[in-house]
């Protein structure tokens, strides 16, 4: 059975596309991530839900070596052709443990924009945790709880299982709302240390290309980007 928490087929290669241009992955996420992540030279990366291999693909033009894991082969078809031959990706399905790889064996772990799609996130999170070697970091985008409540309704502290349209395609993406409270009481439930919080503006470059839709994601939130850290040295 295929992960119901992944983008297949058509909606995966719809998403491929879509995250190449959208603003809040080409001008927030993916810049706001390669912030917290900083230095990456000889770090040795797992990308959580990598996707297209955007982000991915980042990280390696900062000399990191990367694994990637994705529940869908659509868009691990996009992450191979991004990244050529030379990257390990792995087909899983991440409401089940990662138990392909060893423990403490990665200097960093990216979870852009998905760990609001699963639905048993604090076992992912404790996986994430024991892979990471003491000392190492989560960098971890999501969307921002004031941003699903005045786009979705209804009470902030709702935690409903919500369909965003993806631009003007039609198709949808499913994830569940949650609120600041509940996001950081995961993370720090799952035994990381909150190193950083932003709620990354657009990189000014939106500017010269939508000066509207600049301006308005300039001043309202849309995206949380997080840098966690497992304690020990």
């Known amino acids: 059975m295929r992960p119901k928490t992944a983008y297949h087929d058509g909606l995966g290669d719809l998403f ?3 995250a190449d241009t959208s603003p809040y992955n080409a001008w927030i996420d993916r810049p ?8 990456m030279t000889g770090r040795r990366i797992l990308d959580v839900g990598c996707g297209a ?17 994705d529940g869908s082969a659509a868009l691990l078809r996009h992450t191979r052709a991004r990244l050529g031959e030379g990257v ?3 087909l899983h399905d ?3 443990p990662l138990d392909f790889l060893a423990d403490t064996s990665f200097d960093d772990v990216v979870c852009a924009l998905m760990l609001h799609h699963i639905t048993h996130r604090s076992e992912l999170l404790s996986e994430l945790r024991r892979v990471l070697r003491p000392g190492g970091r989560l960098l971890l985008s999501t969307t921002h709880p004031t941003a699903d409540w005045l786009h979705f309704g209804g009470s902030y502290h709702s ?4 369909d965003l349209n993806l631009g003007r395609s039609g198709a949808s993406i499913h994830y569940q709302r949650a609120t600041m409270e509940v996001l950081l009481r995961e993370l720090l439930g799952a035994g990381f240390v909150l190193d950083k919080l932003v709620e990354p503006r657009p990189g000014s470059g939106l500017r010269d290309i939508d000066p509207e ?4 994601l300039s001043t309202a939130p849309t995206l949380l980007a997080l840098r966690l850290v497992k304690p020990g040295s």
């Open 213 to 216: 839709r600049y301006e308005r």
């Open 159 to 162: 935690s409903e299982w919500v």
């Open 88 to 90: 390990e990706l792995r």
């Open 53 to 69: 291999g955007h982000h991915a693909a980042g990280f390696l033009a900062r000399g990191a070596e990367v694994v990637g894991v």
């Open 16 to 18: 491929a596309e879509h």
């Open 32 to 39: 706001a991530l390669l912030d917290l992540a900083g230095e």
């Open 94 to 96: 991440l409401e089940q």
